[in-house]
DNA sequence: TTGAGCGATCCAGTATTATATATCAAAGCC
DNA sequence: GGCTTTGATATATAATACTGGATCGCTCAA
């Protein structure tokens, strides 16, 4: 069954992925149940209108009717808010590296309880998770995450997480407002090894 | 049933009888039958997601998903492509007004045959039904589609309907170049339209 | 008056969605 | 190795979307 709703229904899961919801959290938040969601997501069924309100609108998302020949700028318009420019990229190589981090973070927020910093630290991996990057700038993460590796342990960990929160955030920014039509260099995929 | 996907079915409606298409010619393009369309748009029936689809695929609108965020953006960005600045109005006072000289302009068409003129006539009446216009501005327009009743009947109207279009058109543009903040002095009704 | 087109409504039957619940393998964490 | 979470899947049942008609009242034009 393939249908033209497939890429609203793939836009809802990467969105519902990208800020890391589970189908069980979403489910309870829309009110339908995670079976649903499931086959939904898979294709398998085709939603009504309503469950699919409801299931974005737990995302954040809305549902909008735009002239077809306003849909280009209106598309525009969206990723250029949600990706600054760049391209979306799913299951890349440095995900891995990414998923480790956030996964740092929730630890430490576990552990230390959450702070201000920590939830922009997390927000703001979320987000360069979805960018590409140059080398540089996978360099710099590579460090600063190193860094933050080295000082969860600590009790005072929080000036240093905060710095490295500032540092993150302002690559982020940098990424945000660079020339929207200059083509990144993307990074090349040297991941797998390296590593502490 | 008051659902939460009645507004955009009555955008989708209010596209539709905008675009004077009838329910069974939407029901043909979209592959719907036409008492499914009026259930739906009537609201005794709520739409799956991908007959909503179809239905409004139809009508050259796309179903969009947009960061809650950035849906005033949207919306107003699309208001300004189909009504410039001015609150959509519908069933108001001067509808009927506006109907007659929509079937009029229709008949002539009939009689005479199609003409550039009589395209740009329609389609400027289209426009204009669907706008708050001071009584000034009203007052202009009733003395235009009085004149071109009054010529209707003859066979050496076309100078005539060229300068009326011309009229009417002249109006439109500067309505819909008017100053977006300046509150337009609407005629009577008071009537706000924001989507519940 | 007659006829055509409009939208709303009804009806019977089928197909599909949606719920509730439970299970399952895979991946991550302890 | 155990515990938890995630997403996919199964089954049985209730609910409703959707089709295919047909009809009705209405407005408008011939």
Known sequence: ????????????????????VSQR???????????HISQIESGKMEPGLSSFIDMTR???????????????AVS?????????????HTGQPNDK?????????????????SSADLDRLE???RFLRRVRLSDQEMQ????????LEHHKVSA????????????????RNSLAHAAPSEPRPAYSLDDEDADA
């Open 1 to 20: 069954m393939a249908y033209q709703s497939e890429s609203l229904i793939a836009q809802a899961r990467e969105t519902r992925e990208a800020s890391g």
């Open 25 to 35: 959290a979403l489910s309870e938040r829309a009110g339908l149940t995670q079976s």
């Open 58 to 72: 737990a995302l954040d998302l809305e549902v909008m009717l735009v002239p077809k020949k306003l849909a280009p």
């Open 76 to 88: 525009g318009l969206v990723k250029a808010q949600s990706t600054p420019d760049m391209h979306i």
């Open 97 to 113: 590296r990414f998923g480790r981090a956030e996964r740092l973070v929730k630890k430490m927020k576990r552990v230390y309880g």
């Open 123 to 125: 927000e703001t991996i």
């Open 140 to 147: 710099l993460i590579r460090e600063l995450i190193a860094r």
């Open 156 to 171: 005072q960990a929080a000036p240093f997480i905060r710095d490295i929160a500032q540092n993150l955030e302002r690559l």
